[in-house]
Nanobody
């Protein structure tokens, strides 16, 4: 079993930056693909960014491409999401998730483990 804990969410002004962290425990995540998803009030959970087990494949949702960067530090068993040029429409609860298959998944149902989320609020 893997436990995931997100941190770093807070209130930030539009145009600002945040770095979210996802710390894993219970086992190593070095062979898992990792993803960030978000869910705004009234909306479904959506894919934001994903990184495969080796870090050689990375993908982003079109809405965040060029502004967000996902990375992983397997030595620290941690995944990050660097967010820049934040917009009010980025406001959501951000979730970290792990996929045991090792390949990037874009659908929440394909992910095996989830954190409880961290709230990002972007004010205009």
């Amino acid at each position: 079993q893997v436990q995931l804990v997100e941190s770093g969410g807070r209130l930030v002004q539009a145009g600002g930056s945040l770095r979210l962290s996802c710390a894993a425990s219970g086992r190593t995540i070095r062979d898992y693909a990792m993803g960030w998803f978000r869910q705004a009030p009234g909306n479904e959970r959506e894919f934001v960014a994903g990184i495969n087990w080796s870090g050689t494949s990375i993908n982003y949702a079109d809405s965040v491409k060029g502004r967000f960067t996902i990375s992983r530090d397997n030595a620290k068993n941690t995944v990050y999401l660097q967010m820049t040029s934040l917009k009010p429409e980025d406001t959501a609860v951000y979730y970290c998730a792990a996929d045991r298959q090792g390949r990037i998944s874009y659908t929440p149902l394909d992910m095996d483990y989830w954190g409880k989320g961290t709230l990002v609020t972007v004010s205009s």
